[in-house]
C-alpha cells in the first residue's frame, strides 16, 4: 500500500473522523426532528421524522428492551429505538465499550471538551486517587439502581408506556429543553470540568456507560501488552483519554474504562509491546478496529432495516395529532 493510501486509511479509520461522522449525523436527524415538528405545527413542508433520534431515549427504549426480552413481544411503534439498544450492546460486548468509544454522539461533545483542555492546559488534570474512585463508583451505583427498576417494571406496564404518546414525542421534548437556560449553564459548566479532569459525564455520571463497561469487561477483543516487549516510554498511558495506566497491564487491558480507542496501540513505537487480539490469539490492526466496531452498528441496523424493524408504524398523522395536542398527553393509541 502506497504512503498516501495509508494516510488516507489512516484518517478515515480515526476515532476523531468516526466520531465526527456520527455526531454529525445525529446532529443532521436532530435537525431533521424539528423540521418535521415545524410541518406538524404547520409552518413548513413536509420532511419525514427521523428513526435515529430514538438515540435520545436510551433509558425508555431500555424498558422496552427488557420488556422484549421477558417475552413482551416487539417495539412496533419505535422499534429503532430497541435496534439501537442492541447495537449499543453488541459493540459494547464484542469490542470493548465499542458504543462508547467510537459511536457515542454524547461522548464526542465531552471528549472535545477535553480535547481542548488539553490544549489549552497541556494536560487533563487526575483527581486524587480515592476521589477517582468514589466518583466512578457513583456512575455503577446509579447504573445498578436504574438497572434494578427497569428490570423490575412490570411487564404489562412496559409494554403500556411505548404505546403512550409521551413516549412517541419525548424526543422532542428534550431536544426543545436544550434551549433551557438551566439546561445551557449545567452543560457549560459540565465541558469546562471535562476540559480539566476529562470527560466528567461519561467517567462518573452516565449510567449507560455503567452498564457498557461492564459488559466490555467480557469482550473477547482487547488490547495485550507483552512486557518483553515494552521499553517503558510511557507514551501509551500519556495517550490514554479514559486515564488508564495502560503500561501497569500485566497481559490484558482489564480496565473497565478502556473503551477500545486505539490510541494506545497507535502510539506505541515497541512492535508487539501493545496489540488488539481476539480471543488473546488473533492480531485485530488498529486501523481494522473501528472497521468493525462501525460494521457491527451498520450490519444490525441494515438486518432491521431490510426485515422492516426499523421504521416506527406510526403514522404521520397520528405524530401530528399528538404533537398539537401538547406533546405530553397521556392517551393511548385507541384514543387518537
Known sequence: MSQRLRRIRDLVTS???????????????????????????????????????????????????????????????LPAGLVIIIAAIAVSLLFKRGFCGWICPVGTVWELAELVGRKVFGHTFRLPTWLDRVGRGVRYVLAAVILAFLVLVPLTEAIGFRQLPYMWTAD???????????????????????MLFSPVWCRYLCPLGGWYSTL??????????????????????KVCHALVDVEKAPDRVWAPECDGCMDCVRVCPAPGALEARALGRWRIPAW?????????????YAIAKLTHNWDTTITRDMFKQVINSGLLQQATPSGL
Not at 445525529?26 to 433520534?53: D, H, I, K, N
Not at 449545567?186 to 471535562?194: D, P, Q
Not at 466490555?216 to 498511558?237: F, L, Q, W, Y
Request: aromatic share 14%; hydrophobic share 55%; glycine share 10%.
Open 216 to 237: 466490555g469487561m467480557a469482550s473477547p477483543c482487547a488490547v495485550h501488552r507483552d512486557d518483553e516487549k515494552c521499553i517503558n516510554c510511557h507514551k501509551c498511558t
Open 15 to 77: 476515532r476523531i473522523f468516526v466520531r465526527t461522522a456520527f455526531l454529525v449525523f445525529f446532529l443532521g436527524a436532530c435537525t431533521q426532528l424539528m423540521l418535521f415538528v415545524r410541518w406538524a405545527q404547520g409552518s413548513g413542508a413536509y420532511v419525514p421524522r427521523p428513526e435515529a433520534v430514538a438515540g435520545l431515549l436510551p433509558v425508555g427504549h431500555f424498558t422496552s428492551f427488557f420488556a422484549w426480552v421477558r417475552g413482551g413481544g416487539w417495539d412496533t411503534l
Open 172 to 194: 422532542v421534548k428534550i431536544l426543545s429543553g436544550f434551549a433551557n437556560p438551566v439546561f445551557i449553564v449545567v452543560g457549560l459548566v459540565a465541558f469546562f470540568l471535562s
Open 288 to 300: 481494522v478496529w473501528p472497521v468493525l466496531v462501525v460494521g457491527t452498528w451498520l450490519l444490525i
